[in-house]
């Protein structure tokens, strides 16, 4: 059974940076393609960042520049440094996984297991 538990949200100003962390069971992140999502109220789920089981990433633009996925394989975690924090990052974040069959885009539909998410308030 696939787990995936999301940690690091909170509150911060504009300009601020958070880290947030997904710790992965039943799957190994050197063998998944994980991805970092986020909804906010009103909007559909969107990607964020996906790495591929060889450790590379893909952004979606709202996070080129800002926004860093990596992941430690020895303890299956998933993580998502975002930097330069604006307001319209505000919105639940999820972390998700999925066999790596094919490419590793951060495309919601792609994606099998999914964790609760963390709540990120961004304030100006």
């Known amino acids: 059974q696939v787990q995936l538990v999301e940690s690091g949200g909170g509150s911060v100003q504009a300009g601020g940076t958070l880290r947030l962390s997904c710790a992965a069971s039943?799957?190994?992140?050197?063998?998944?393609?994980m991805g970092w999502f986020r909804q906010a109220p009103g909007k559909e789920r969107e990607g964020v960042a996906a790495v591929d089981r060889f450790g590379s990433p893909d952004y979606a633009d709202s996070a080129k520049g800002r926004f860093i996925i990596s992941r430690d394989v020895t303890k299956n975690n998933l993580f998502l440094q975002m930097n330069g924090l604006n307001t319209e990052d505000t919105a639940m974040y999820y972390c998700?996984?999925?066999?790596?069959?094919?490419?590793?885009?951060?495309?919601?539909?792609?994606?099998?297991?999914w964790g609760q998410g963390t709540q990120v308030t961004v304030s100006s």
């Open positions: 039943g799957i190994s992140a050197s063998n998944a393609c």
């Open positions: 998700a996984a999925r066999v790596p069959v094919g490419l590793c885009r951060p495309r919601p539909g792609d994606f099998a297991y």
